[in-house]
């Protein structure tokens, strides 16, 4: 299982203090970093900007949300910066959440199945063939894209339940799960994307996992941090179902947390159960006693690789 880094949406950063801290992940031996795009910075723009200060490490997207964005106008995006990082981009769709897309952004969340296979099919088939032909109930779509030097990339999706997975299996290259312990994944997760990759005729897709994690001397007040910090994760739907499958009271039953040898051991489970990829969700202490640098110097250390 690779071991890559989740980074924020750029709250509170600068698209360069952001890039910054790419360049340093690519330094430190990261093989990739996700990054957020929620109600801050534009994630592809600030990949396309590190892409040009960085080499090897992917940079991926956890997750742009599809209801706002036409999937040519975002397919045309994510060519670009394709290209401006030298073809290591991965692309990472999801549809948020009702609350945020209907009562922040005024857009009917309708028919998920429908809107994301209808919105798969369009960005896949312009990203890897050149154009779409999409007459579908929520997009009429005939058109092409060509960009200079562009090839094709993986696309994912954010898919964690059943109907989502098969979806995913049969169109893309693999799903981005949060808040999904080794349970929810080894027995809901794999087995159904993995089936319908092969129905498909594809290969086994990806499993790109996140969870919260600290190294600290202080488990039990990082885990208490952790239930505050990612309460909103045990009442949004899908999650909470997630939560329920793993038999976890909220968040913080997810988070890995304590010594080194503690959250190797949670990393571990994780690759077992199935994920082909971790991108740590890291955060610090309330104390601040030194936890965010501990982590990050014990993920450095694993060489990329679990």
Request: aromatic share 6%; glycine share 10%.
């Amino acid at each position: 299982m690779k071991i890559g880094l989740a980074m924020g949406g750029g709250d509170g950063q600068t698209p360069a203090e952001l890039v910054d801290k790419i360049v340093e992940a690519e330094k430190d031996g990261f093989p990739s970093i996700w990054l957020a795009n929620i109600f801050s910075l534009d994630a592809l723009t600030v990949l396309a900007l590190a892409g040009e200060k960085t080499s090897t490490i992917e940079l991926g997207t956890a997750v742009v949300p599809t209801y706002p964005r036409h999937p040519h106008a975002l397919a045309q995006q994510a060519a670009t910066v394709n290209v401006a990082c030298g073809g290591r981009l991965a692309l990472g769709l999801g549809r948020s959440h009702q609350m945020v897309i209907e009562n922040m952004f005024g857009i009917p969340y309708d028919k998920p199945i429908t809107h994301m296979r209808e919105y798969l099919t369009a960005v896949c088939d312009l990203t890897r063939n050149g154009s779409c032909a999409v007459d579908g109930k929520m997009y009429k779509i005939n058109a092409s894209l060509s960009v200079k030097g562009g090839k094709p990339f993986p696309v994912m999706v954010g898919a964690l339940m059943p109907k989502m997975l098969e979806l995913c299996g049969t169109l893309c290259d693999g799903t981005l799960t949060w808040m999904s312990g080794p349970k929810h994944i080894e027995k809901n997760i794999v087995p159904v994307l993995n089936d319908a990759a092969k129905k498909a005729g594809r290969p086994a897709p990806r499993v790109v996992a996140s969870l919260p994690l600290s190294v600290t001397s202080d488990p039990d007040g990082a885990k208490k941090f952790a239930a505050k910090a990612f309460e909103i994760y045990g009442v949004l739907p899908v999650y909470r179902a997630c939560l329920d499958a793993e038999g976890a009271e909220g968040p913080a039953d997810l988070a890995l947390v304590g010594d080194e040898a503690t959250v190797r051991k949670g990393l571990e489970h994780l690759a077992a159960a199935g994920a082909t990829d971790f991108y740590g969700a890291i955060f610090p202490t309330p104390e601040d006693d030194g936890s965010y640098d501990r982590t990050m110097k014990f993920l450095a250390s694993l060489g990329g690789s679990v």
